[in-house]
């Protein structure tokens, strides 16, 4: 729970979990009050906040975090309490500042440790040409057969895509490819490759039953059913794996010229050839990863780290959340610089990045849904002070140091 005595305990997802419930409906009527109650206390705040000076805004950050604090416990034990009560002071290092953003979802960023939270029905005006050049991906992918015939998913009507001998190739209504193998012969091998183009991801059923989320600008490769002793699959990009469990045959995951073996388990493989580092991580069960003669064990909560270039792993604890928030529809990042985040920006909304002098050195942290337009992520990470863009249509600069216009 979290608590203004043990700031170090107060991590922010708690929050990030309440804003959740409440834009998507299913917030109690004491979390929708205090969401409100949270939103409007700053609302009025802010409109001053870059008049205080840096103690004073220390001091009001440090009483608001305190009072966020006090109020989810309040609420966690349902009791029914003033939120003006006394409150134990939070470490001046922590800064919340709030903003309305989104009235989509709760579009909350901690960027540069600075706090950015919405509330629905606020948003800053953007034109109608730049929604459109950076409207947010959707669930886009092309399907080739063995046959080489290409056929476009997201154009596609649900129900019977493909009959490879007795396996049925379906589109099901909830954008999943799923292949459904059927007793009896007939069932002739055929490789299937599923590629998602920049800005779009999809989920897919194999014939085993392991489920598969892939990430945008990825592919696999893979056969419409399984047969012999194991089971092996070829990726490109990001993807998450829910592995079937069969013991009798192991499940391998090829990546370039490494590969991930498993029995029956959850993790994360990403692999994008313009990233510094293969990331595998482990989320439930165990799995092994190989590069030439170099294996490494995981463990649940673990991640092997290949560096290009690289023969031998290392391995480290990350955030689980920033791992596996693409597939939950969200960015979290992490302790990250400004050239990370933009890579994952110009794949999910397919735009091209180029930095115009040097790149900001300051790293970020954020939590956001990834159906924003991307017009409202650049303005988030314009109050940092530490960056702003210029949008040319389908391009991004990003230019190091605030906004000339903030300051006028």
């Not at 991801?201 to 592919?219: F, H, I």
């Not at 388990?265 to 989320?283: G, H, I, K, P, R």
């Amino acid at each position: 729970m979290l608590s203004p005595d043990h700031p170090e305990d107060n991590h922010p997802e708690k929050l990030f979990a309440l804003l959740k419930k409440y834009n998507e409906g299913n917030a109690s009527k004491e979390e929708k009050a205090f969401v409100e109650l949270y939103y409007d206390y700053f609302k009025t705040a802010k409109d001053d906040y870059e008049q205080l000076s840096e103690d004073e805004k220390q001091d009001m950050e440090a009483t608001l975090w305190g009072k966020v604090g006090l109020r989810i416990e309040e609420i966690q034990h349902a009791e029914q309490q003033a939120l003006t009560e006394p409150v134990a002071r939070m470490p001046a290092k922590r800064k919340l500042l709030f903003r309305a953003l989104s009235a989509a979802a709760a579009l909350i960023l901690l960027l540069g440790s600075v706090y950015l939270f919405s509330r629905p029905g606020k948003k800053p005006a953007t034109s109608p040409a730049l929604t459109r050049s950076l409207a947010p991906g959707g669930n886009k992918a092309v399907l080739t057969l063995g046959d080489g015939t290409k056929i476009t998913l997201d154009s596609t009507i649900n129900g019977l895509v493909s009959q490879q001998g007795n396996v049925r190739v379906v589109k099901t209504a909830t954008d999943e490819l799923s292949y459904q193998a059927a007793a009896g012969s007939g069932n002739t091998v055929s490789y299937n490759t599923m590629e998602t183009p920049r800005g779009g991801q999809y989920r897919l059923s194999l014939p085993d039953g392991t489920k598969v989320w892939l990430n945008s600008a990825s592919s696999i490769r893979y056969p419409n059913i399984f047969t012999g002793d194991h089971r092996s699959v070829e990726i490109t990009g990001e993807a998450y794996f829910e592995v079937a469990k069969d013991s009798r045959r192991p499940f391998t995951v090829i990546t370039g010229n490494m590969q991930v073996q498993v029995l029956g388990t959850a993790f994360n493989l990403m692999a994008y050839t313009d990233e510094e580092e293969v990331l595998t991580t482990l989320v439930t069960g165990a799995i092994e990863v190989k590069k030439d003669q170099t294996t490494q064990l995981l463990k649940p909560g673990q991640q092997a780290i290949l560096a290009n270039g690289s023969s031998s792993f290392r391995t480290k604890e990350p955030d689980m959340g920033s791992v596996l928030a693409w597939k939950d529809g969200y960015f979290k990042f992490d302790n990250g610089g400004i050239a990370t985040i933009m890579r994952q920006l110009a794949r999910w909304y397919d735009v091209e990045i180029v930095y115009e002098g040097t790149p900001p050195a300051e790293q970020f942290y954020g939590f956001l849904p990834r159906q924003e337009n991307a017009a409202e992520i650049l303005n988030a990470l314009e109050l940092t002070n530490n960056v702003h863009f210029r949008v040319e249509g389908k391009r991004i600069v990003v230019i190091a140091g605030p906004k000339k216009e903030r300051h006028k």
